[in-house]
């Protein structure tokens, strides 16, 4: 078992923000059925980071298909590590953004005002995952 930690940057305009993130969410459902993948994409204004876990060649090849997708730059691995279970086994690949279930862990968790993960530890990070992984989701989708 692989988990691995990156973080980007977002270049997906306002207006194709909703149809962007349906298609990311699919794809990933899709592939990471198939490889055994699970995880966290937080998608936050224009803030992304994500957890992959899973074997260690289905997490590093569908690192290396996500880091060269043109929907988002400065990708920047921040941690990966082995041999301990999965955090995020119960979902796929959860998409989160903030929203009324979600805004006092973001709240909690905020640098300068908002989620900056550039400026958050890995552990962190990954805690502040585990935490919204345990929130319901609202009722309408984040996308
Ligand atoms: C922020 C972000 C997160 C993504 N997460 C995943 C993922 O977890 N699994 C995956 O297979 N593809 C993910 N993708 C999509 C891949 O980069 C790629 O577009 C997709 O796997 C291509 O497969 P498809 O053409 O069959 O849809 C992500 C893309 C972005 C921009």
């Not at 930690?5 to 977002?10: A, E, N, R, T, V």
């Not at 908002?114 to 009722?139: D, N, W």
Request: no cysteine.
């Amino acid at each position: 078992m692989l988990r691995l930690l990156y973080i980007s940057k977002s270049a997906i305009t306002a207006e194709r923000r909703l149809p962007e993130l349906r298609d990311i969410r699919q794809s990933a459902n899709r592939h990471n059925n198939i490889n055994g993948i699970t995880g966290m994409l937080i998608f936050e204004q224009d803030k992304i980071a994500q957890v992959l876990e899973g074997e260690r060649l289905a997490v590093t090849n569908t690192f290396g298909r996500i880091a060269r997708d043109d929907r988002h730059t400065d990708v920047e691995l921040l941690e990966v590590t082995s041999g301990h279970d999965r955090l995020f086994g119960a979902w796929g690949m959860r998409v989160v953004t903030a929203g009324p279930e979600n805004s006092l862990l973001f709240k909690r968790f905020a640098i300068d005002g908002g989620f900056r993960p550039e400026l958050m530890e890995a552990e962190t990070l990954v805690s502040l995952m585990v935490h919204l992984s345990r929130v319901q989701p609202s009722l309408k989708p984040a996308a």
